[in-house]
């Protein structure tokens, strides 16, 4: 069982920038799907960024131009570049990750955005 532990969070300003990434215990080589996720309190978990294992990428209206997802390696296996910050976009974030050799995905366990002045 593969756990995957977040890193790279805190407390930003506006405006500011962050790069979030997404350590796996044990190593993935190949993805079907990876996706950041996040959820602000007293809201649903809500996916901000994903990516195919063909590295096609998607993102909603509300983070597009500003977040970008982007693959790495077999121990962290994707990262999450965010600009342009807005207290908006506090919140938990959590990678999610499809081994390519089948199975359930993993979830990290979170990781806080904080964006205030």
């Known amino acids: 069982q593969v756990q995957l532990v977040e890193s790279g969070g805190g407390l930003v300003q506006p405006g500011g920038s962050l790069r979030l990434s997404c350590a796996a215990s044990?190593?993935?080589?190949?993805?079907?799907?990876a996706g950041w996720y996040r959820q602000a309190p007293g809201k649903q978990r809500e996916l901000v960024a994903a990516?195919?294992?063909?590295?096609?990428?998607n993102y909603p209206d509300s983070v597009k131009g500003r977040f970008s997802i982007s693959r790495g390696n077999a121990k962290n296996p994707v990262y999450l570049e965010m600009n342009s910050l807005k207290p908006e976009d506090t919140a938990v974030y959590y990678c999610?990750?499809?081994?390519?050799?089948?199975?359930?995905?993993?979830w990290g366990q979170g990781t806080q955005v904080t964006v205030s002045s």
């Open positions: 044990g190593s993935i080589f190949s993805i079907n799907f």
């Open positions: 990516m195919s294992g063909a590295g096609s990428t």
């Open positions: 999610y990750v499809v081994p390519s050799n089948g199975g359930d995905g993993y």
